[in-house]
T-cell receptor
Framework: GESVGLHLPTLSVQEGDNSIINCAYS??????FIWYKQESGKGPQFIID?????DKRQGQRVTVLLNKTVKHLSLQIAATQPGDSAVYFC??????????FGQGTELSVKP | DAGVIQSPRHEVTEMGQEVTLRCKPI?????LFWYRQTMMRGLELLIY????????DSGMPEDRFSAKMPNASFSTLKIQPSEPRDSAVYFC????????????FGDGTRLSIL
């Protein structure tokens, strides 16, 4: 069936270190993936996306890696800052354009 | 730029009352989505519209829930009658039409049914 799950429910990093948040997906037909950041009291905020014809995409301080062979997605945050503390969700598209969200990983940045 | 706007931000009401949540999508976006978020179930898609037409309402929990989109700039999600188990944060999101387009979320309505 279609499902998206995260390996690590919580992640604690030191300010300035790099963070890596992982995600597994089960639908090999999924062709579009998105990472969202959700801060307390706010809606999910789009961070970066990647299409299945790519294996890497970079944004500002963030990189998404896609490994279709093992159906794995990761979000790398460089030089993590206290403002990066939030819950991070990966999402994959299902047929019809719906998004299926993972359970989320809480990132905590220690000053 | 104005993002997705939801109202009210918070709603507290007694069970049995009618609840109406409102959403204004980003101008120019043709697809609109209603989600519910709880600790137990995470983010769940309830219903989505393309060009004001409901496309998939399979996520709507039961007949007490209904959604409308009378025009391109407004949608409502109604619960009647409300029950305590409906307590959650309800999000609206919008996107441009087409495959592989990111959805942009509002800040949600936190609903508490007493």
């Amino acid at each position: 069936g279609e499902s998206v799950g995260l390996h690590l429910p919580t992640l604690s990093v030191q300010e300035g270190d790099n963070s890596i948040i992982n995600c597994a997906y089960s639908n090999s037909a999924s062709d579009y993936f998105i990472w969202y950041k959700q801060e307390s009291g706010k809606g999910p905020q789009f961070i970066i996306d990647i299409r299945s014809n790519m294996d890497k995409r970079q944004g500002q301080r963030v990189t998404v890696l896609l490994n279709k062979t093992v159906k794995h997605l990761s979000l790398q945050i460089a030089a993590t800052q206290p403002g990066d503390s939030a819950v991070y969700f990966c999402a994959e598209t299902a047929p019809g354009g719906k998004l299926i969200f993972g359970q989320g990983t809480e990132l905590s940045v220690k000053p | 730029d104005a993002g997705v706007i939801q109202s009210p931000r918070h709603e507290v009401t007694e069970m049995g009352q009618e609840v109406t949540l409102r959403c204004k999508p980003i101008s120019g976006h043709n697809s609109l989505f209603w989600y519910r978020q709880t600790m137990m179930r995470g983010l769940e898609l309830l219903i989505y519209f393309n060009n004001n037409v409901p496309i998939d309402d399979s996520g709507m929990p039961e007949d007490r829930f209904s959604a409308k989109m009378p025009n391109a700039s407004f949608s409502t999600l109604k619960i009647q009658p409300s029950e305590p188990r409906d307590s959650a944060v309800y999000f609206c999101a919008s996107s441009t039409t087409g495959t592989n387009q990111p959805q942009h979320f509002g800040d949600g309505t936190r609903l508490s049914i007493l």
